[in-house]
């Protein structure tokens, strides 16, 4: 059995941190981590979907790491956000409050790109 962890992010005294990330949350979503997603190739479609995520604030999103054998770490390219490792089905997961967009990657294969619209 592998265990599902869900880990709160841990709310910055940074004026970035502090106004974009939240606990507080009205809707979820979940973006999935894929199979095979550590590949290199141009198609950011094969490493996260859905990909680009359009969401609401306050919508908490939740990384889920379905890539069987590889291992991945979700960061925002702005470093407002940083997961830890993720294993297969191990989850991540955040509430952005502030209307933006926010590219991120993954840490270990950075050709590995997302993109969260928060509208
Ligand atoms: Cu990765």
Same mark, same amino acid.
């Given at each position: 059995? &592998? $265990?599902?962890?869900?880990?709160? %992010?841990?709310?910055?005294?940074?004026?970035?941190?502090?106004? $974009?990330? $939240?606990?507080?949350?009205?809707?979820?979503?979940?973006? !999935?981590?894929? $199979?095979?997603?550590?590949?290199?190739? !141009?198609?950011?479609?094969?490493?996260?979907?859905?990909?680009?995520?359009?969401?609401?604030?306050?919508?908490?999103?939740? @990384?889920?790491?379905?890539? &069987?054998? %590889?291992?991945?770490?979700?960061?925002? !390219?702005? *470093?407002?956000?940083?997961?830890?490792?993720?294993?297969? !089905?191990? +989850?991540?997961?955040?509430?952005? *409050?502030?209307?933006?967009?926010?590219?991120?990657?993954?840490?270990?294969?950075? @050709?590995?790109?997302?993109?969260? +619209? %928060?509208?």
């Amino acid at each position: 059995m &592998f $265990s599902r962890v869900v880990l709160a %992010v841990i709310i910055g005294f940074t004026s970035i941190s502090s106004s $974009s990330l $939240s606990c507080a949350f009205s809707n979820e979503t979940t973006i !999935d981590i894929l $199979s095979g997603a550590a590949q290199y190739d !141009d198609n950011l479609e094969n490493d996260f979907s859905p990909n680009p995520s359009m969401v609401g604030s306050r919508t908490k999103i939740t @990384w889920i790491n379905k890539d &069987f054998r %590889v291992p991945h770490l979700i960061k925002a !390219d702005n *470093d407002l956000f940083k997961s830890p490792m993720l294993v297969f !089905d191990q +989850e991540y997961s955040l509430v952005l *409050d502030k209307k933006g967009i926010y590219p991120y990657h993954c840490e270990v294969h950075p @050709w590995m790109k997302g993109l969260i +619209e %928060v509208r």
